[in-house]
């Protein structure tokens, strides 16, 4: 396919600059990073074809135009004897770049179309995320999962303690000393708690705001999606690589706006089963220690 | 006031200008009133 | 000279007045006003730019160095204000005020009181602007584009901001008005529509958009403002209302807007590219006819801001079609500057390097517009720096580019007296470079994962961001230059201009003395069309 070939030609080329990072996938943003992150579900890699595919279209026209330019600034110098001519009209011309950005733009509008009505497609999806965005912490609550609700399982998420002393006014801290597990820089994009979710799972995730607009985005699974107060938007991923995966609030919404990142860990089914037992048991525990303790009769002068 | 030539008599000229302004202020009033109208 | 008796008889009464309270503060006078406004619009670019340089340094490196985060918003959000209220379309009305009379052969614009209102509502607007730095509550902090609720939720700041909005707009429908009204009464006897200038042209389709836009951008903030103060739920989701309305508001007057600051540069570059090729404009007609569909165009495409919203398929399809499409018109603009080009005469003095630039630069502003139109890539790109690389090349390499070209063309005429050729390419290439370095790297941080509107990052984002800065710091620095060269050319330059000062120069602004007397035009130029730059529109 047309996209493919343009695709399979930068992946080569990604990979001869990439060499260096050795990892399996590289969820963090590099260093001198120049594109889109290939990502790893469906939805990521259409996009990333059609990025490269309008970009290489704006490449092709540039060519041209820009050449067309260059060559006329150095041919009709008046300083190299060029006379001007008088003609400053052709119909047969103007026609011409009439109709050839019509058909390029149609070309690009076909693919565009396609992958827009596979990202909007949240049928089918096995298990459902709540994504709710506060000033300045994303809560997430897990509300199904294949078919049964999940009971009581959520939790807030925001920046990781080693990030925020780092970023505070003349912290006098390097934001290079903050590391994560594996060694990688992961400063302002590492959170307290994970988002965990299974890979190979067609996730649904219903995005709202609680406060004020904020916008949920990971790079590596394709999308944004704002989370507006009073509106529910539904978006859906598919990953297909364990790894961990990081983004960021992407809407202005106060003054930590930059602070309040997202961090998915994308685990094998089985595991994620173990997880979300545990998670469940957990809320159980907590929900009976809370009986417990209220069963308890309060001393005097306690309401 | 489109396509007939301006003169350059200044009468002329007044006339159009009024005509001109009037028009305008008359479409930011419906303009004005369209958007009032999806609220009210 | 077809008109030399207009200059002849100079009685007292038509010389500018003695007075310095009685020329600038009450003045009449298209030329004054248009200096009034064109000062402004230099004193403004320099505020903005003092915003940009503290945002620039913050990002200079990761950690956070120099002010507060909800400081930085501030900055971000005054620095856009002030560049697209105060700088940006305060010198195209001063152009306008200065050019459009000159070029159609008016003896002034047709309304020249309420000209001098329209231009003194403005030191008040931004003197309420900018006084809400030193407010308690800080000033507005939610972005240019003001989104409830966060728009909101701060201090004071917002009412300021809602109140600078009705003055600047209530400046900009009169001076909209005032123009529509010259171009349509005023022209001189022989000076048919499509005779016109394509900046006058540029300027009338231009006028109109204003007309349609400010006052909805005026109902939108005075919703925000009963919101906040007035328990009214617009925009609270609590109280029934919708936050998304809002941003429909704001963009169908967004969009339009960011073609009220783009087509009057085309127009500036559609006089310079002809009169230093040496040859007349390509597709006269085919530009004007570009100029219509690109303002038509601007009015349907307001969503292409709201794609992660979360509209309907059926809007998102509608939005993105409709806004490739604006591509074609802007794409027969671009090809018509260059076929011009192509089988002329060209010399590259400073008007022409800048019209060269901008329409390269401008044309890879576009190339990110055309990607950023694809809805499932919007998902990716919307909201990081790619989206601020790409309205930064439309707007400073566009915008402010053609604004520059504008000035150095026109200053000889204004002044009496050349600029200096020498200093005016300095500058060029000065801003030409550094402004690549400042905005082209940008491209890179979006991609790679960088959101607008933070002011701290990862370290992978440090060094681009690092060249960024340094662009940043060198473009900055090199506009004092231009600064400087036009204070030369005004006060102490020796070389005097010829009437029409450049070899290629066409049109009536070029009948006139250099400088430009006080009143032009008193009695109408008999009108030559091998003169006009577009005389021959017989095809």
Not at chain 1, 187 to 208: A, Q, S
Not at chain 3, 11 to 16: K, R, T
Not at chain 3, 229 to 235: I, K, L, P
């Given at each position: ?303 | ?40 | ?36 406004y064109l000062i402004f619009a230099g004193l403004m670019f320099f505020i903005g730019g003092a915003m940009a340089m503290v945002i620039r340094a913050e990002l200079f490196e990761p950690g956070m160095q120099l002010v507060q985060p909800y400081f930085f918003n501030e900055l971000t ?448 130029p008999v009108i030559d069309d091998s003169l006009l730059a577009h005389g021959d529109v017989s095809h």
């Open positions: 396919m047309r996209f493919g070939g343009i695709r399979n030609g930068a992946l080569a080329l990604a990979v001869a600059t990439g060499a260096l990072s050795a990892a399996a996938v590289r969820a963090n943003p590099r260093p001198w990073q120049l594109n889109l992150p290939e990502g790893v579900t469906e939805t990521s890699h259409a996009v990333w074809d059609l990025n490269m595919a309008s970009f290489l279209v704006c490449v092709g026209i540039g060519i041209v135009v820009f050449g067309a330019m260059i060559i006329a600034m150095f041919r009709f110098r008046k300083s190299r004897g060029a006379v001007a001519e008088k003609w400053s009209h052709s119909t047969k011309l103007e026609l011409v770049w009439t109709i050839v950005p019509v058909l390029i733009l149609a070309g690009l509008a076909w693919p565009a179309t396609k992958v827009l009505l596979q990202n909007k497609n949240t049928a089918g999806a096995q298990m459902t995320i709540k994504v709710t965005g506060y000033q300045w912490k994303w809560r997430y609550d897990y509300l199904d999962y294949e078919g049964r609700t999940v009971k009581k399982v959520g939790f807030m998420s925001s920046l990781a303690f080693s990030s925020n002393k780092v970023r505070q006014l003349d912290s006098g801290l390097s934001p290079y000393s903050v590391k994560a597990a594996d060694g990688s820089n992961d400063y302002l994009l590492n959170v307290d708690h994970l988002l965990v979710v299974p890979v190979g799972v067609k996730i649904r995730f219903l995005v709202t705001g609680g406060d004020v607009i904020h916008s949920w985005w990971v790079p590596d699974l394709g999308w944004k999606m704002d989370a507006i107060p009073g509106l529910v938007n539904a978006a859906w991923t598919n990953i297909s690589k364990p790894g961990i995966y990081r983004g960021q609030c992407a809407e202005l919404c106060g003054q930590d706006h930059g602070f309040m990142p997202i961090v998915v860990k994308a685990v094998p089914k089985a595991q994620f089963e173990q997880w979300l037992a545990a998670q469940e048991d957990g809320a159980r525990l907590d929900k009976a220690a809370r009986t417990a303790q209220a069963s308890i009769p309060h001393g005097p002068g306690q309401g | 006031m489109m396509e007939g030539q301006p003169g350059f008599d200044p009468a002329t000229r007044r006339a159009g200008v009024r005509r001109t302004v009037i028009i305008l202020i008359l479409v930011i009033a419906v303009i004005l009133g369209l958007f009032l109208s999806q609220f009210l | 000279m077809a008109h030399a008796s207009t200059q002849g008889h100079h009685d007292a009464h038509h010389e500018a007045p003695s007075g310095f309270f009685r020329r600038w503060f009450m003045s009449t006078n298209h030329k004054d006003i248009g200096t009034l959000t005054m620095h856009a204000l002030v560049m697209i209220f105060g700088a940006i379309m305060p010198a195209f009305v001063g152009l306008a005020n200065w050019m459009i009379p000159l070029m159609i052969g008016a003896p002034d614009m047709a309304l020249p009181r309420m000209n001098n209102m329209s231009f003194w509502l403005l030191p008040f607007a931004f003197t309420i602007l900018l006084s809400s730095f030193f407010l308690p509550g800080g000033a507005p902090a939610g972005g240019w584009t003001m989104y409830p609720p966060l728009s909101i939720q701060g201090g004071d700041g917002i009412a300021f901001l809602i109140f600078f909005v009705h003055l600047s707009g209530i400046s900009s429908i009169m001076g909209a008005i005032n123009i529509i009204a010259t171009i349509l009464n005023m022209r001189a006897p022989g000076m048919d529509l499509l005779k016109m200038p394509i900046f006058v042209w540029t300027w009338l389709i231009t006028a109109f958009l204003l007309i349609a836009v400010m006052p909805v951008l005026a109902g939108g903030v005075t919703m925000l403002l009963t919101d906040k103060y007035f328990g009214t739920s617009f925009f609270n989701a609590a109280g029934g209302g919708d936050p998304v309305l809002f941003q429909h508001v704001f963009w169908f007057f967004g969009h339009p807007e960011v073609y009220i600051m783009i087509l009057p540069a085309f127009g500036i570059i559609s006089e310079v590219i002809p009169t230093f090729s040496r040859k007349p404009l390509f597709g006269y007609k085919a530009m004007v006819y570009a100029t219509a569909s690109i303002a038509f165009l601007s009015f349907i495409v307001w969503a292409h801001h709201m794609f992660t919203t979360g509209l309907p398929l059926g809007a998102e399809l509608f939005f993105m079609y409709a806004t490739m499409l604006i591509a074609v018109p802007t794409g027969v603009k671009v090809f018509n500057w260059v076929t011009t080009m192509w089988g002329g005469s060209l010399t590259f003095e400073t008007p022409m390097l800048f019209a060269v630039a901008f329409v390269i630069l401008f044309t890879i502003g576009g190339f990110s517009g055309i990607m950023l139109a694809l809805v499932p890539a919007d998902f990716q790109y919307q909201d990081t720096y790619f989206v601020v690389a790409h309205f930064h090349y439309v707007l400073v390499t566009g915008a402010a580019f053609g604004i520059m070209a504008g000035v150095y063309f026109w200053l000889p005429k204004w002044s009496g007296h050349m600029y200096s050729e020498r200093w005016g390419k300095i500058h060029f290439w000065l801003s030409v470079i550094s402004v690549n370095v400042l905005f082209f790297p940008m491209h890179f941080l979006g991609l790679a994962g960088m959101p607008r509107r933070i002011p701290d990052y990862n370290v992978a984002f440090a060094d681009f961001n690092m060249i960024s800065s340094i662009g940043g710091f060198v473009f900055g620095a090199s506009q004092l230059i231009m600064v400087g060269n036009i204070i030369y050319t005004v006060f102490f330059a020796k070389r005097k201009a010829s009437d029409r000062v450049w070899e290629g120069a066409k049109g009536l602004e070029w009948t006139v003395p250099s400088p430009a007397p006080h009143h032009t035009f008193s009695v109408p």
